[in-house]
């Protein structure tokens, strides 16, 4: 994926805007903002064979825009992601050689990292950060703008805040008429990347009073809990004073509140622009291994007006090394599409996703590179 | 156990032998018998003398033969399968292992305190349905066998066995939708009326994901198995016995307290097992409508304190785990395959107790003049292979 000439660049560039326009020709809103710095990338047309693939579903919908996007370039390329598995079956499946990537809400661990090198070589395995979303509080109080103080939203998950005129809730909405209802919590009840999110931003932020464990499984007994991101925004709809929390991309007519943003006055709500400055400061290089490009995200260090503070990240795995050289082209030349700027302009016009920062996408050619 | 089960299907065959008497189907059933020895010393003995010069017959022999071990090969492999896959999870140590430290199995000393409390929950669960639904599908299967008009019962019995091939998710999003919000009113009025009542105490659900929710849409999903076993057995009931107490000056609920009840007992108690079996096992309706949590609770009112199954949380937790997480989760599944094993056991164990009485209740039982409905549905097929074994031993006794 050199770039031979200018006029091949030029003129696969525009049949990319025109697979980009044909697909988001059914979605009225557009989220992305055009991003001056763009890392620009060419699909060969003349590759050919089938990428297999599977895991996270939150990255589904964003995969199948890609898909669409590249195979219409490189039309002899089928590729195949399999969203049933989860992120959990996505790793075990590509770990026992099935897959030629995973898709996956949090980067390999160590463990796994290690057990990888038995398909990847001694390079191991590269994690690619390629779907940016936010997690969005959604609740039902109908005539309440809500706002959250990071402390506030703590307790009310912690269930120690039970009732919508509690003071630490009208603290944080001077003025708003808040009812005297009690608030039901409608958490995720199947593990998931959301609640991974979510749990790690407030125990992080407010770790003295979040005190449960951060991870995929909803942490804290009590609350109300729903299978799937779409369980749970359907009970909060359906629900009367109910609150919870979901990927902003499947949040459909649900409200979701302003969070405060850092230590700050500033409550911000979501938008992908929002969630793309903010990741950029929060993402500290935790690399396992020589070019990945795993991040830990830091949320203590989001604030500012501009940022909302927590955002949704999800990542694609493969080896560094592949044992057919063609395949290893192939999956090189799809993840450095969903790398792009026209890629990520794809997913967040057809998924709904925010762009995955520049000064982030721009290490995906030098990670690229080692795949072999 | 396994050897039963592989006899399965020539009870079955014997069953209707029994009761129509035709030579061509003991014939039958003796060839598909032939491991269990000669059932009925006339005309078994020279028919298969003749049946196994054909090749034909021995290709049949073959296939059925073949497939009644493939139960035995299956089964087995499922078990070694559940416990090859679990034993690393069970075994480990769930305090420093990093891998079971995080996502669904996070937090636990070790396996059985994982696993406890949703062995708790899934008995429970299946309890609660097997009370509201056992009831009152023995009383369907009641009006249908002996109050309905023989139209009626006809229509009624048809749309009992439709009920079970209602799709589970199919339930699942009614139970969502439906039950959830219809049962708050009652949620409510049982919590302020009755909340002295363990069962009924803690913070009432707002949203309508409870136990009782989960639990009334499992009634629902078990009716059918339980009242259609029950609606056979009660046909079964000898006319002499009911006539003989009605001539004594029984009322009709007298006659079937006295006469149909105790004969159809065994056969009630194991249908109403089989119903549990399937509750147990019910996964996507529990996971869609009851809101979880990995505890001891009897509560079946609360948002926030109901015990999860093991069907359901395998269903809700099996993508995102991973390693020996994945493996403790199969580990849970080995836990219900014992469970819904020992139930069978035990529905089995009551046949097989109770069966002498009905054995000599068989032998007063005229040779015709009961007639015995087709069984319309697979489930009922092998719900009569169960039930009917002690109507089957009564008959070569």
Same mark, same amino acid.
Not at chain 1, 279 to 306: C, N
Not at chain 2, 310 to 338: C, S, Y
């Given at each position: 994926?050199?770039?031979? !000439?200018?006029?091949?660049?030029?003129?696969?560039?525009?049949? %990319?805007?025109?697979?980009?326009?044909?697909?988001?020709?059914?979605?009225?809103?557009?989220?992305?903002?055009?991003?001056?710095?763009?890392?620009?990338?060419?699909?060969?047309?003349?590759?050919?064979?089938?990428?297999t693939a599977?895991?996270?579903?939150?990255?589904?919908?964003?995969?199948?825009?890609?898909?669409?996007?590249?195979?219409?370039?490189?039309?002899?390329?089928?590729?195949?992601?399999d969203?049933s598995?989860?992120?959990?079956?996505?790793?075990?499946?590509?770990?026992?050689?099935?897959?030629?990537?995973?898709?996956?809400?949090?980067?390999?661990?160590?463990?796994?990292?290690?057990?990888?090198?038995?398909?990847?070589?001694?390079?191991?395995?590269?994690?690619?950060?390629?779907?940016?979303?936010?997690?969005?509080?959604?609740?039902?109080?109908?005539?309440?703008?809500?706002?959250?103080?990071?402390?506030?939203?703590?307790?009310?998950?912690?269930?120690?805040?039970?009732?919508?005129?509690?003071?630490?809730?009208? +603290?944080?909405? #001077?003025?708003?008429?808040?009812?005297?209802?009690?608030?039901?919590?409608?958490?995720?009840?199947?593990?998931?990347?959301?609640?991974?999110?979510?749990?790690?931003?407030?125990?992080?932020?407010?770790?003295?009073i979040?005190?449960?464990?951060?991870?995929?499984?909803?942490?804290?007994?009590?609350t109300?809990?729903?299978?799937?991101?779409?369980?749970?925004?359907?009970?909060?709809?359906a629900?009367?004073?109910?609150?919870?929390?979901?990927?902003?991309?499947?949040?459909g007519?649900?409200t979701?509140?302003?969070?405060?943003?850092?230590?700050?006055?500033?409550?911000?709500s979501?938008?992908?622009?929002?969630?793309?400055?903010?990741?950029?400061?929060?993402?500290?290089?935790?690399?396992?291994?020589?070019?990945d490009?795993?991040?830990?995200?830091?949320?203590? #260090?989001?604030?500012?007006?501009?940022?909302?503070?927590?955002?949704?990240? %999800?990542?694609? &795995?493969?080896?560094?090394?592949?044992?057919?050289?063609?395949?290893?082209?192939?999956?090189?030349?799809?993840?450095?599409?969903?790398?792009?700027?026209?890629?990520?302009?794809?997913?967040?016009?057809?998924?709904?996703?925010?762009?995955?920062?520049?000064?982030?996408?721009?290490?995906?050619?030098?990670?690229?590179?080692?795949?072999? | 156990?396994?050897? !039963?089960?592989?006899?399965?299907?020539?009870?079955?065959n014997?069953?209707?032998?029994?009761?129509?008497?035709?030579?061509?189907?003991?014939?039958?059933?003796?060839?598909?018998?032939?491991?269990?020895?000669?059932?009925?010393?006339?005309?078994?003995?020279?028919?298969?003398?003749?049946?196994?010069?054909?090749?034909?017959?021995?290709?049949?022999?073959?296939?059925?033969?073949?497939?009644?071990?493939?139960?035995?090969?299956?089964?087995?492999?499922v078990?070694?399968?559940? &416990?090859?896959?679990?034993?690393?999870?069970i075994?480990?140590?769930?305090?420093?292992?990093?891998?079971?430290?995080?996502?669904?199995?996070?937090?636990?000393?070790?396996?059985?305190?994982?696993?406890?409390?949703?062995?708790w929950?899934?008995?429970?669960?299946?309890?609660?349905?097997?009370?509201?639904?056992?009831?009152?599908?023995?009383?369907?299967?009641?009006?249908?066998?002996?109050? +309905?008009?023989?139209?009626?019962?006809?229509?009624?019995?048809?749309l009992?066995?439709?009920?079970?091939?209602?799709?589970?998710?199919?339930?699942?999003l009614?139970?969502?939708?439906?039950?959830?919000?219809?049962?708050?009113?009652?949620?409510?009025?049982?919590?302020?009326?009755?909340?002295?009542?363990?069962?009924?105490?803690?913070?009432?659900?707002?949203?309508?994901?409870?136990?009782?929710?989960?639990s009334?849409?499992?009634?629902?999903? &078990?009716?059918?198995?339980?009242?259609?076993?029950?609606?056979?057995?009660?046909?079964?009931?000898?006319?002499?016995?009911?006539?003989?107490?009605?001539?004594?000056?029984?009322?009709?609920?007298?006659?079937?307290?006295?006469?149909?009840?105790?004969?159809? $007992?065994?056969?009630?108690v194991?249908?109403?097992?089989?119903?549990?079996? $399937?509750?147990?096992?019910?996964?996507?309706?529990?996971?869609?409508?009851?809101?979880?949590?990995?505890?001891?609770?009897? $509560?079946?009112?609360?948002?926030?304190? !109901?015990?999860?199954?093991?069907?359901?949380?395998?269903a809700?937790n099996?993508?995102?785990?991973?390693?020996?997480?994945?493996?403790?989760?199969?580990?849970?599944?080995?836990?219900?395959?014992? &469970?819904?094993?020992?139930?069978?056991?035990? +529905?089995?164990?009551?046949?097989?107790?109770?069966?002498?009485?009905?054995? $000599?209740?068989?032998?007063?039982?005229?040779?015709?003049?009961?007639?015995?409905?087709?069984?319309?549905?697979?489930?009922?097929?092998t719900?009569?292979?169960?039930a009917?074994?002690?109507?089957?031993?009564?008959a070569? +006794?």
């Amino acid at each position: 994926m050199k770039f031979k !000439n200018v006029a091949a660049v030029g003129a696969i560039a525009l049949v %990319s805007a025109i697979a980009l326009s044909a697909c988001s020709a059914a979605t009225p809103e557009s989220t992305a903002a055009p991003t001056p710095t763009a890392a620009a990338f060419t699909i060969d047309p003349t590759l050919a064979g089938t990428i297999t693939a599977g895991g996270s579903s939150a990255q589904a919908n964003a995969e199948a825009a890609w898909t669409a996007a590249f195979t219409a370039v490189a039309s002899g390329v089928t590729v195949n992601y399999d969203k049933s598995q989860g992120s959990g079956g996505g790793v075990t499946n590509w770990l026992a050689g099935s897959y030629d990537f995973a898709g996956s809400d949090s980067p390999l661990n160590q463990d796994n990292q290690t057990k990888s090198q038995a398909i990847c070589g001694a390079g191991g395995a590269l994690n690619f950060p390629v779907y940016l979303s936010g997690v969005a509080v959604i609740y039902n109080l109908p005539g309440v703008d809500l706002k959250l103080s990071s402390a506030t939203l703590a307790k009310i998950f912690m269930l120690q805040v039970t009732t919508w005129d509690d003071p630490a809730i009208a +603290a944080d909405n #001077k003025g708003a008429t808040l009812p005297s209802t009690p608030i039901t919590v409608v958490t995720r009840s199947d593990g998931s990347g959301t609640t991974a999110n979510f749990t790690n931003y407030l125990s992080q932020v407010q770790p003295a009073i979040f005190t449960g464990t951060p991870g995929s499984a909803w942490p804290i007994a009590g609350t109300s809990g729903q299978q799937g991101g779409s369980g749970v925004v359907n009970t909060v709809t359906a629900g009367a004073g109910t609150i919870g929390y979901a990927d902003h991309s499947s949040i459909g007519t649900a409200t979701a509140a302003a969070i405060q943003s850092g230590t700050g006055t500033d409550f911000v709500s979501y938008s992908p622009d929002a969630a793309t400055v903010a990741f950029e400061a929060a993402a500290v290089p935790a690399p396992l291994t020589d070019g990945d490009l795993s991040k830990k995200i830091d949320y203590t #260090k989001i604030s500012g007006a501009d940022s909302y503070p927590i955002p949704l990240l %999800s990542y694609a &795995i493969a080896c560094s090394t592949f044992a057919d050289p063609a395949q290893a082209a192939l999956v090189k030349s799809y993840i450095g599409f969903i790398g792009s700027d026209i890629g990520q302009k794809v997913a967040a016009k057809n998924a709904g996703s925010a762009p995955v920062p520049a000064s982030i996408l721009a290490d995906f050619t030098a990670s690229l590179d080692l795949i072999k | 156990m396994f050897g !039963n089960d592989s006899q399965r299907p020539a009870k079955e065959n014997s069953v209707s032998t029994n009761e129509t008497v035709s030579p061509s189907a003991a014939a039958l059933s003796a060839a598909g018998d032939s491991a269990t020895g000669p059932r009925s010393p006339k005309g078994a003995g020279p028919a298969r003398v003749k049946i196994k010069s054909r090749p034909a017959d021995r290709i049949f022999f073959g296939l059925s033969f073949g497939s009644a071990s493939l139960i035995v090969v299956i089964l087995a492999a499922v078990a070694i399968f559940l &416990i090859i896959k679990a034993a690393p999870a069970i075994t480990a140590n769930w305090k420093s292992d990093a891998s079971l430290a995080e996502g669904p199995t996070a937090g636990y000393a070790d396996f059985w305190s994982y696993v406890l409390p949703l062995v708790w929950g899934t008995l429970w669960a299946s309890a609660i349905a097997l009370l509201i639904g056992a009831p009152i599908a023995i009383g369907i299967a009641l009006f249908i066998s002996h109050y +309905a008009p023989r139209r009626v019962a006809g229509v009624l019995g048809y749309l009992v066995d439709l009920l079970a091939a209602v799709p589970s998710i199919v339930f699942g999003l009614w139970g969502i939708i439906v039950i959830r919000p219809l049962l708050l009113p009652l949620s409510d009025w049982l919590n302020q009326n009755l909340g002295w009542i363990p069962i009924f105490g803690g913070q009432v659900s707002t949203v309508g994901s409870t136990v009782l929710a989960g639990s009334v849409v499992l009634a629902v999903m &078990i009716l059918p198995i339980i009242s259609s076993i029950s609606r056979e057995i009660f046909l079964q009931t000898p006319r002499l016995n009911e006539e003989a107490a009605l001539a004594l000056g029984a009322t009709k609920w007298e006659m079937i307290r006295l006469a149909v009840l105790p004969y159809a $007992r065994s056969g009630v108690v194991s249908a109403t097992l089989l119903g549990l079996g $399937r509750a147990l096992g019910e996964t996507m309706a529990i996971a869609l409508i009851i809101s979880p949590s990995i505890i001891f609770s009897l $509560r079946i009112l609360t948002e926030g304190e !109901n015990s999860q199954t093991i069907a359901a949380n395998i269903a809700l937790n099996f993508q995102i785990a991973d390693g020996l997480q994945r493996q403790a989760l199969i580990g849970t599944g080995l836990m219900l395959f014992v &469970i819904s094993l020992g139930v069978n056991l035990i +529905a089995r164990f009551i046949v097989v107790r109770t069966g002498p009485t009905a054995t $000599r209740k068989g032998k007063r039982r005229p040779p015709e003049g009961v007639t015995i409905p087709a069984a319309s549905t697979a489930v009922e097929a092998t719900a009569l292979g169960k039930a009917g074994n002690s109507h089957t031993e009564g008959a070569r +006794a």
